[in-house]
């Protein structure tokens, strides 16, 4: 039934990733970051100048905007002190973020260790099998229709 190969598909994606997060929570720990944090310094370092709103970063990350300040409050309050909070020349009631030197050198430290997890991962047998299942999966659904 191809319902069921969907829903096989979907559940073996959702472990799947499920794995990775584990591996990545695992290793970022060292580093006093989670993936979410790690995430959020992502998207500042990828910004011109590595500086972006906070509204910026609730849309991008797709997060509410509790979370984006909770979160913005923690990596501030990180020994590293990664980002630093100030307000935009251009509207004083925007509340921005700006990475500092100490918290892009910390991101490139982090990010080696993601891409080697993420290269080990996309290259595994499972993820190999897991990208074969989907393919397979998907022009079964073409068939049907």
């Known amino acids: 039934m191809n319902n069921n190969s ?7 994606m959702k472990h799947f990733e499920n794995d990775i997060q584990i591996k990545l929570e695992k290793a970022l720990i060292k580093y ?9 310094m992502h998207y500042l370092y990828d910004q011109y100048d590595s500086k972006a709103s906070l ?5 991008s990350l797709e997060l509410s905007s509790a979370a984006v300040s909770r ?8 020994d590293c002190k990664p980002i630093v909070r100030y307000h935009s020349d251009d509207n004083q009631k925007a509340v921005c973020l700006k990475m500092t030197t100490s918290g ?4 490139k430290e982090t990010s080696v260790v ?3 997890i993420l290269n080990e991962s996309f290259s595994s047998t499972e993820f190999l099998a897991l990208r074969d299942e989907i393919l397979t999966t998907n022009i079964k659904s073409e068939d049907v229709e």
Do not use: G, Q
């Open 71 to 78: 979160m913005a409050v923690r990596l501030e309050n990180k």
């Open 6 to 12: 969907n829903l096989c598909t979907w559940l073996n």
């Open 32 to 40: 006093d970051l989670s993936p979410v944090e790690f995430s959020f």
């Open 114 to 116: 993601v891409d080697k």
């Open 55 to 59: 509204l910026e970063i609730k849309d």
């Open 104 to 107: 892009i050198e910390h991101f």
